[in-house]
């Protein structure tokens, strides 16, 4: 059984095999800058440690979970674009520092990069593989145009944000793991458990982002200070306070988030009133609470508990991150 450190490694390792074309730079020298600016490279663990679950050869999962990595690097040079951000892992976003055309020409090279990265598998793993690849693909760009209608909808439901949650974000954590239990050969039902855990583990993540883009540290955040104020995303925190709010505290709030005011009178104002109708706290709980569900999948498949330390310590540094 690999160690955890040694599946990072295994991953690193994997991407300086394949490096990119030399020419033109100005089209690879963007994907390398995002692919070594700090990040966590923790879905293509996920995807390593769903085949190792299983007893599977992780050797053979380590393309497919550069094709998940991959995926995700090309969807956030394409978000920063969309959000307009200027930050991303506390350096300077590709679009930024390349320019606009530059970015969103070398994410859709990422792109397909990653479909590239399922080519060696056999003809029946590499049909199971692409489905499940592509129906994911599909359902992040479903969940970040919901994340883009949302800045405009003052009515935004928990259910509705929580849709848009799992699909932006959740459904390629259950994804890569579930990728990794295909290339192990598992059952159908435990790939779907393992789904479900991600899935879940992923809500309680995003969640737990929007608790930190807020109340988190600025030394560990990475980005930009109450970035989702700034730009009146309608997160978990501005739906409670909205349902908690009496009439006085809600028409700041609707005044605050109709606003495209950037400056730190609308964080501070919008802060306080979250801090006021304790949503910081009701958030801690339902992070609490995803966790503990996503945990209840995990229980459900019938291997060794030895085989899952390593996916409940994961679970454990996801949700106690300050940044």
């Known amino acids: 059984m690999y160690s955890f450190d040694k599946f990072h490694e295994l991953v690193t390792e994997t991407i300086e095999r394949n490096p990119f074309s030399k020419t033109p730079e100005e089209l690879y020298e963007p994907m390398d800058y995002i692919l070594n600016i700090g990040g966590k490279r923790i879905r293509p663990i996920l995807t390593l440690l769903g085949t190792d679950l299983f007893d599977g050869n992780v050797e053979h999962a380590l393309k497919p979970s550069l094709a998940i990595e991959f995926f995700h690097n090309f969807s956030l040079i394409h978000d920063d674009i969309m959000d307009n ?60 145009q919901l994340d883009v209608n949302y800045e405009t909808k003052l009515n935004v439901s928990y259910e509705d944000y929580i849709k848009m949650i799992s699909l932006k974000t959740s459904v390629l954590l259950g994804a890569a793991l579930k990728l990794g239990a295909i290339i192990a050969d598992s059952s159908d039902e435990d790939a779907e458990k393992l789904y479900q855990f991600g899935l879940n583990l992923g809500i309680a993540y995003q969640l737990k982002d929007d608790y930190l883009d807020v109340f988190g540290s600025l030394e560990h955040l990475g980005k930009k200070h109450a970035g989702d104020i700034y730009e009146n995303k309608k997160t978990i925190l501005y739906i409670s306070a909205l349902e908690a709010a009496d009439d006085k505290q809600k028409e700041e709030l609707l005044y605050w988030y109709s606003s495209n005011t950037d400056n730190v009178d609308k964080v501070y104002a919008v802060e306080k009133l979250f801090r006021a109708l304790n949503v910081n706290r009701k958030l801690s709980t339902l992070i609490r609470e995803y966790t503990s569900k996503a945990n209840e999948y995990l229980n459900a498949i019938d291997i060794p508990e030895e085989k899952k330390v390593y996916l409940r310590e994961l679970s454990e540094v996801l949700i106690d991150r300050q940044g």
């Open 85 to 144: 951000a200027s930050l991303r892992r506390n350096k300077t976003t590709v679009h930024e520092k390349y320019g606009v055309n530059t970015a969103i020409l070398s994410g859709d090279a990422m792109l397909v990069k990653a479909y590239q990265f399922l080519e060696d598998l056999e003809p029946e793993l590499f049909k199971r593989a692409t489905t499940l690849f592509s129906q994911t693909a599909l359902e992040v760009c479903e969940g970040q």
